[in-house]
């Protein structure tokens, strides 16, 4: 097993994760077959299992977060150096590291936020009643802003991306565009696709130049409205519950969230 688990070390170092996976795969299978019954051997086989485990998710880049008891989350941002978190019973927090730290604004007549998404410091967002606000972090207030949607869009809203100086609206039937204009108001919602695309299970999008969608057990790619696809075949193990996707035009990275893994 130790030999098993010398050889993928090696093989990472040379930059051969297929190589790593399979000879951490074989350990692993090593050591189900050992037989033993003395409870000593059965402890230290459970935290080799553990220990060799760690190392396959490594490999995979799997991200296993330590989780903790707090109220439900709706959103968690990120803004300049700071994550905002805000809750369902309309309470936000910045967490900072690992601690939350309780933070309020002024809101007067804006309901809990539903979605939000950042723009340079600030936040882009619909409240629970569907009215579309900004938290402008400089004054640390919640405005009022303009845009001009298309009929039942925010009602039907499932997630909210900014890119540039587009606003993106994720709808089970269609993704909307809007263009920022003066005064930081937003114009019309246009039709983003222009393929017949079923998006009744989607409930994130992320973008980085093209579009990212969590759909369920997979993930798919669009540019220019049209799908072009996502290889997700080398993703060990397979994707299963997809609930979210995040990347921007700053990173390489493609994070999903898979609650089954």
């Known amino acids: 097993v130790q030999q098993k688990r010398d050889g993928a070390s090696a093989s990472i170092i040379y930059e051969d994760e297929a190589a790593a996976l399979q000879q951490l795969q074989d350990a692993l299978t090593l050591l189900a077959g050992i037989e033993t019954k003395k409870d000593a051997r059965l402890e230290q086989i459970a935290e080799l299992q553990t220990a060799i485990d760690q190392e396959l998710n490594a490999i995979r880049h799997i991200l296993q977060p330590q989780l903790t008891t707090i109220a439900v989350v709706n959103q968690v941002v990120t803004a300049g150096e700071n994550n905002h978190v805000f809750f369902r019973d309309g309470s936000m927090s910045i ?47 919640w405005e009022r802003v ?43 919602g246009t039709a983003w696709l222009t393929d017949t695309i079923d998006l009744s299970n989607v409930r994130s999008l992320a973008i980085d ?53």
Not at 146 to 156: D, K, P, Q, T
Not at 159 to 166: A, S, T
Not at 216 to 242: C, F, H, K, W, Y
């Open 95 to 141: 967490l900072n590291d690992t601690e939350l730290q309780p933070a309020s604004a002024e809101s007067e007549g804006i309901g809990p936020v539903r979605l939000t998404t950042e723009h340079e410091g600030s936040f882009v967002s619909l409240d629970e009643n569907n009215t579309f606000t900004v938290l402008n972090t400089a004054t640390n207030t």
């Open 146 to 188: 303009g845009i001009n949607a298309v009929e039942g869009e925010f009602a039907s809203a499932q997630h909210l991306v900014h890119y540039v100086e587009r606003l993106y609206i994720l709808t089970p039937d269609q993704i909307y565009r809007h263009q920022r204009v003066e005064n930081g108001e937003y114009g019309p």
């Open 209 to 261: 130049g093209t579009v990212w969608l969590a759909d369920q057990g997979t993930v798919r790619r669009l540019e220019q409205g049209r799908e072009i696809g996502a290889n997700m075949s080398s993703i060990d193990p397979p994707l299963g519950a997809v609930r979210d996707v995040w990347t921007n035009a700053e990173t390489n990275l493609l994070f999903i969230l898979d609650p089954d893994l």
